[in-house]
């Protein structure tokens, strides 16, 4: 299994090389990926036989979780797209 600063660093890697557009889409997916995680979070059983579904579905959530706020900090290290826009005043 890997630590959780190789996740990291996995995670802010592909992050990083990953163009603007195409990283926010990332995040709308990551997003959906992870209400899905939570919904399978809640859904596992409680007690002794769902020790091991409760565990997988922990850190099933937390590299989600993960996933969403590192591709998110890297969108805002990101010079933001700036548009000019030119009005007409007659």
Do not use: K, W
């Amino acid at each position: 299994m890997s630590s959780l600063g190789q996740i990291i660093r996995v995670i802010q890697h592909d992050a990083a090389a990953l163009p603007t557009g195409e990283l926010r889409d990332e995040i709308e997916v990551s997003l959906e990926v992870l209400d899905a995680t939570i919904s399978q979070f809640y859904r596992a059983r409680p007690g002794i036989r769902g020790v091991d579904e409760r565990i997988r579905a922990t850190g099933d959530v937390m590299i989600a979780t993960l996933t969403v706020a590192l591709y998110v900090r890297e969108l805002a290290t990101r010079p933001a797209d700036v548009t000019a826009v030119v009005t007409s005043l007659n």
